[in-house]
């Protein structure tokens, strides 16, 4: 049995092979119950409980803990374990770190997204927030198309600067921006990963082309987005059980009248079997709502531990 840490996790998981492990495993036939979901604590504290499996293979599980009161403490928001089992004895193979292999994996989902939603020509991204997801949402962006300015938003200037730093060796010009929404009008994609219960980016300021990836906002009463933005898009989602379940921005914008769930375009692995085209304009303005599906965590993990034994012999 193996113990994985974040730094191996990193290593074994560069982002051109993480997307294209998690567009194999959307087009392949996996098992993934509901997700349970639990809230313990206090200060919005949640638990989170994650398996999947496909065919004979392997099978998974992630626990995680979500804390958002850790931003304050100094301390990880996210903190758990994958583990990664031989479906045909039980074996355990693997234990992950599991915070770094799902913030690997969640920003790969949304570069996946991203070929199929994205415009092709896509050179400026915005980042909303600036916690620890930021630089890997922009490295994981960077992956998939060429991007060139990078404009940073977040409410403290020093983390602003920080999330600048952290991404230097991608040779973007990556920089804070203080004027919202200026820089959302110039943005090809903008990426949003934030706790916010109030729109942040508003539907009015989007321009023609545009495409809108939303990872955060993974609680109903969470939203990054008003009902004019999502209602202006073409809406793509991970899972379409865990967006109608927990996707805040879309649950307040069908309760708006704005949005209807029929409306929803189609899901990760619909896109990935060719079973709609994604983008069909250049004008068009695209949405991808993501809340996490446990196999974007199985297909990391797979990946992995591919990676890690290879490295063993």
């Known amino acids: 049995m193996k113990f994985i840490e974040a730094k191996e996790i990193a290593d074994y998981t560069p982002y051109a092979a993480l997307v294209d492990a998690l567009e194999c495993a959307f087009s392949s036939s996996f098992e993934s119950p509901k997700r349970a979901h639990y809230e313990v604590g206090e200060g919005g504290s949640t638990m989170l409980v994650m398996p999947c499996w496909v065919d004979d293979d392997c099978f998974g599980?992630?626990?995680?803990?979500?804390?958002?009161?850790?931003?304050?403490?100094?301390?990880?928001?996210?903190?758990?374990?994958?583990?990664?089992?031989?479906?045909?004895?039980?074996?355990?193979?693997?234990?992950?770190?599991?915070?770094?292999?799902?913030?690997?994996?969640?920003?790969?989902?949304?570069?996946?997204?991203?070929?199929?939603?994205?415009?092709?020509?896509?050179?400026?991204?915005?980042?909303?927030?600036?916690?620890?997801?930021?630089?890997?949402?922009?490295?994981?962006?960077?992956?998939?198309?060429?991007?060139?300015?990078?404009?940073?938003?977040?409410?403290?200037?020093?983390?602003?600067?920080?999330?600048?730093?952290?991404?230097?060796?991608?040779?973007?010009?990556?920089?804070?921006?203080?004027?919202?929404?200026?820089?959302?009008?110039?943005?090809d994609i903008i990426s949003s990963a934030t706790t916010s219960k109030t729109p942040i980016v508003l539907g009015e300021w989007l321009r023609k082309g545009v495409h809108l990836d939303l990872v955060g906002a993974y609680k109903p009463d969470m939203r990054e987005v008003d009902g004019t933005a999502v209602s202006k898009a073409s809406v793509f989602v991970d899972t379409h059980d865990g967006v109608m379940g927990e996707g805040g921005d879309i649950l307040q914008a069908i309760g708006e009248g704005v949005f209807t769930e029929a409306d929803i375009k189609a899901d990760l692995a619909s896109l990935c079997m060719g079973k709609h085209e994604g983008r069909s304009s250049a004008g068009e303005i695209t949405l991808f709502k993501s809340v996490g599906a446990a196999i974007e965590d199985f297909a990391a993990a797979k990946l992995v531990y591919a990676g890690a034994s290879l490295a063993a012999l």
């Not at 599991?98 to 994996?105: G, I």
């Open 61 to 187: 599980l992630k626990a995680v803990s979500v804390v958002p009161l850790n931003a304050e403490r100094g301390l990880p928001t996210v903190s758990g374990i994958y583990q990664l089992f031989d479906a045909k004895d039980g074996r355990l193979l693997a234990l992950m770190d599991a915070a770094e292999l799902t913030a690997r994996r969640t920003a790969a989902a949304s570069a996946l997204a991203s070929r199929y939603l994205s415009r092709a020509d896509s050179k400026r991204l915005l980042m909303v927030g600036t916690g620890k997801l930021a630089p890997y949402f922009i490295e994981a962006h960077a992956a998939v198309r060429g991007l060139e300015e990078v404009y940073i938003y977040g409410r403290d200037q020093a983390k602003m600067q920080a999330t600048c730093e952290a991404v230097q060796h991608l040779g973007l010009d990556a920089r804070p921006v203080g004027n919202l929404p200026d820089a959302a009008a110039n943005a």
